[in-house]
């Protein structure tokens, strides 16, 4: 999706300092964000997985969480879906707190594959090595290397740290649990072939059963914005003050988010947004200002990557209006001569 697509032309690119207006003017820009988003009606619901068809495509909600507690939601925030792809994230910081940096990096890699995310042949070219967790065979990879005698214990692990990521217990969809499980014979390829490199060493069956089951957990944009939000202030969760993952796992996670977060768009997604984030194909969309805040969207409607495009269009429009792009930057020789 290019610049012009995102209708973000005649919003002022702010320098990426300092910290985040005043909560009544985050409320009025998340309302135009929102406003801005709306209007575009392009993009399909994912139908691949048959469950996900069913999702209306004209909802679209948006939040703001930032690092102190503070919440500036608008339209279809509190709509439930299944996390997709956007657990990836999340499972790969709880796996680094558990087994580091090095490992990690070691096993599952950091470079983007420049194919899509579902992508056989990626790891055929690659030797076997899955490239980065981003990716369906690093993300299977990385579930696969969460501690846990059984799949079962490895199940309870991540649910109960992504629900510690959003403050609240999160829920399995069983609907969409079902019919992922029904529909995920890729899935299953991919595991078996990575076995095959050395590169899992449990059961695939159960590796690719815990990586459905994770991605069927229900969320909404307010409980993605505080993800986010947990990732953008060094491992706290805003709401509930408990430090889910270090400081240092939240540099690790947002690097990668960064490099491979939106698949082979990411780097056009850098160039013109200038912050780290992840896509679902349920339409989900968390991107993360680290210092200040998260930002989360919900709207259906995909592009061909898989990426919400409602999602993007509106968290452009924050990300320049609210000075996030951590690229940007003013001249500290003009700021000197400012009275």
């Given at each position: 999706?290019?610049e012009?697509e995102?209708h973000?032309?005649?919003?002022p690119q702010?320098?990426?300092?300092g910290?985040v207006?005043a909560?009544?003017r985050?409320?009025?820009?998340?309302?135009?964000?929102h406003a801005?988003g709306i209007?575009?009606?392009?993009?399909?619901?994912?139908?691949?997985?048959?469950?996900?068809?069913?999702?209306?495509p004209?909802?679209?909600?948006l939040c703001?969480?930032?690092?102190?507690?503070?919440?500036?939601?608008i339209g279809?925030?509190?709509?439930?879906?299944s996390?997709q792809?956007?657990?990836?994230?999340?499972v790969?910081?709880?796996l680094?707190?558990?087994?580091?940096?090095?490992?990690?990096r070691?096993?599952v890699?950091?470079?983007?594959?420049g194919?899509?995310?579902n992508s056989?042949v990626?790891i055929e070219l690659?030797?076997?090595?899955?490239?980065?967790?981003?990716v369906?065979?690093?993300?299977?990879?990385?579930?696969a290397?969460?501690p846990g005698?059984?799949p079962?214990a490895?199940?309870d692990r991540?649910?109960?740290?992504?629900?510690?990521?959003?403050g609240?217990p999160?829920?399995?969809?069983?609907?969409?649990?079902?019919?992922?499980?029904a529909?995920n014979?890729r899935?299953?390829?991919?595991?078996q072939?990575?076995?095959?490199?050395?590169?899992?060493?449990r059961?695939?069956a159960?590796?690719?059963d815990?990586?459905?089951?994770?991605?069927?957990l229900?969320v909404?944009?307010?409980d993605?914005?505080?993800?986010g939000?947990t990732?953008?202030?060094?491992g706290?969760?805003p709401l509930?003050?408990?430090q889910v993952?270090?400081?240092a796992v939240?540099?690790?996670?947002l690097?990668?988010?960064?490099?491979?977060g939106l698949?082979?768009r990411?780097g056009?997604?850098?160039f013109?947004?200038?912050?780290p984030?992840?896509s679902?194909?349920a339409?989900?969309l968390?991107t993360v200002?680290?210092?200040?805040?998260?930002?989360a969207a919900y709207?259906?409607r995909l592009?061909?990557?898989?990426?919400s495009?409602?999602?993007?269009?509106a968290?452009?429009?924050?990300?320049?209006a609210?000075?996030l792009?951590?690229?940007a930057?003013d001249s500290h020789y003009l700021r000197k001569?400012q009275?």
């Amino acid at each position: 999706m290019r610049e012009s697509e995102l209708h973000v032309a005649d919003v002022p690119q702010s320098a990426g300092t300092g910290a985040v207006p005043a909560p009544a003017r985050i409320d009025e820009l998340v309302a135009a964000a929102h406003a801005r988003g709306i209007e575009d009606r392009t993009g399909t619901v994912a139908d691949y997985i048959p469950v996900l068809a069913e999702a209306d495509p004209e909802s679209f909600g948006l939040c703001v969480a930032d690092v102190d507690g503070g919440l500036h939601e608008i339209g279809d925030s509190r709509i439930r879906f299944s996390i997709q792809s956007i657990s990836k994230a999340f499972v790969y910081a709880l796996l680094c707190e558990e087994i580091g940096h090095a490992e990690v990096r070691e096993t599952v890699g950091v470079d983007n594959t420049g194919l899509a995310f579902n992508s056989v042949v990626a790891i055929e070219l690659n030797d076997g090595h899955p490239m980065n967790p981003m990716v369906n065979a690093g993300a299977l990879a990385t579930t696969a290397l969460v501690p846990g005698a059984t799949p079962e214990a490895q199940w309870d692990r991540i649910r109960d740290g992504l629900s510690r990521f959003a403050g609240r217990p999160l829920e399995l969809d069983d609907d969409v649990y079902r019919s992922e499980t029904a529909t995920n014979q890729r899935n299953r390829a991919i595991a078996q072939l990575l076995e095959s490199y050395g590169r899992i060493r449990r059961d695939p069956a159960g590796v690719v059963d815990v990586y459905t089951r994770q991605c069927s957990l229900l969320v909404d944009a307010h409980d993605l914005a505080i993800m986010g939000a947990t990732l953008a202030d060094g491992g706290v969760n805003p709401l509930t003050g408990e430090q889910v993952v270090s400081a240092a796992v939240c540099r690790d996670t947002l690097a990668v988010l960064a490099a491979s977060g939106l698949y082979e768009r990411s780097g056009e997604w850098l160039f013109e947004i200038g912050l780290p984030g992840k896509s679902g194909v349920a339409g989900g969309l968390v991107t993360v200002a680290p210092g200040k805040a998260g930002i989360a969207a919900y709207a259906p409607r995909l592009d061909a990557a898989g990426n919400s495009v409602r999602g993007q269009v509106a968290t452009a429009y924050l990300s320049r209006a609210l000075g996030l792009n951590i690229f940007a930057s003013d001249s500290h020789y003009l700021r000197k001569d400012q009275p």
